[in-house]
Each structure stands twice: as C-alpha cells, then as structure tokens.
C-alpha cells in the first residue's frame, strides 16, 4: 500500500527566498506523481506532473524531480512571494491503481 | 484540462439526512474518483466511481454510507447517508485526464449539526 509522506509540515520564509518542499514514497512502482496547491478553504489546484520516465518537470519558478530509485520527488520554489502562502501537497497512485495517495501537506507562509 | 463542476459547494444539513453531491465534467472520462478531506487532513479515497457498474470502494467506505452512481462518462453523484456529525468534511471529485493527471473540482463542504 502506499504511503507518502512530506517534510516539513509548516515552513515560513521571508518573501524572495528559494524553497524546497520534500515529499517521500514507499511504493516506488509508480508510474506519475503530482503536486498540488491547496488555498484555505478551497479545492486543488494542480501544478506539476512528473511522469515516471522523467527526472523533473518545470513551470514558471516552480520545478519539481523525482528520483524512483529512492522514493523521493522535491517541490523547488525560487523567489517565493507572498501569493505562494497555500498548502501543497505532494500525491502518488500506488502500484496497479489510477487513484492517489496523499501525503498531509507543508503549509508555507511567505512573509512580505 | 477537463472543467469539473461540483454542486453543491457548501451545504449545512441536520444529522440523520442525506445528501447527495453532484460532479458534472465538460468531457468524457474513463477515471472519476471520490475523496473526502476531514477538517485539518488530506485527502483520502472514497472511491473509484465506475461507469456503468457498481463503485469500487476502500477500505472503510462501504456503499451503503456513501452509495455512488455514474450513469455515464461525463457524471456521477456521492450521496452521504444517514450524516453524522463526524462526516463533516469536504468532498470533492477528480478526473483523470489522458496524460495521467488528476483534475479537481471545488470541493462540496458539508457541515452537519
């Protein structure tokens, strides 16, 4: 069964900052990975997919890898601004299914 | 990506009713998936809404709590049943899009007294 798992679980930066947000896996079977924006009271909102066969995905200031090997994918945030204040989630299928699973978030506040 | 409309999108209802939540998408997909986000957590499965035939539910769902219909590849419905207070949370519904992603709606937020 999979199991994602993201550090840390709240991260507050001063605005300008370069971020890394972590997410691990145990089934490395995987054949995508995602992540996601969630905004207080809203639904979310996807911003990466990472398929299995690349090493990363990139949009904008936000880059996301993905190492299978180890479990691990890295949500990269260059030149954080207040408007990226949101929870992020990191989610992943597990072996033989389309549905995913999700780690429980990092809240990240960026400060002005 | 697929628009995905989800009705209601808030709804505050007395324990004992039912509810039945609405996710309309503007094209035809094979994949559609039911989630529940409990106040402070992340999303756990529901469901897989299967069209055609009955959903494939996870461990801890059972149909008769949540019965699903997908009468085709565009619609499908979560009903919660005889709610509680512990049932509030919000809902919400996904597509898989061909390139394997997943797609949201909204989110029904469901409030029991």
Redesign the interface.
Known sequence: KQEVTQIPAALSVPEGENLVLNCSFTDSAI??L?W?RQDP????T?LL?I?SSQREQTSGRLNASLDKSSGRSTLYIAASQPGDSATY?C?APGTGR????????TRLQVQP | ?AVISQKPSRDICQRGTSLTIQCQVDSQVT?M?WYRQQPG?????IA?ANQGSEATYESGFVIDKFPISRPNLTFSTLTVSNMSPEDSSIY?C?V?ER?????????T?LSIL
């Open positions: 054949y995508n995602q996601f009271g809203k639904g979310l996807s997919l398929q989630l989610a389309r549905a995913l699973t999700f780690g429980s978030g | 990506s994949m998936f957590q992340s999303l756990t499965l897989t919400l996904s898989e390139d394997g992603s997943q797609h949201f709606g909204d989110g937020r």
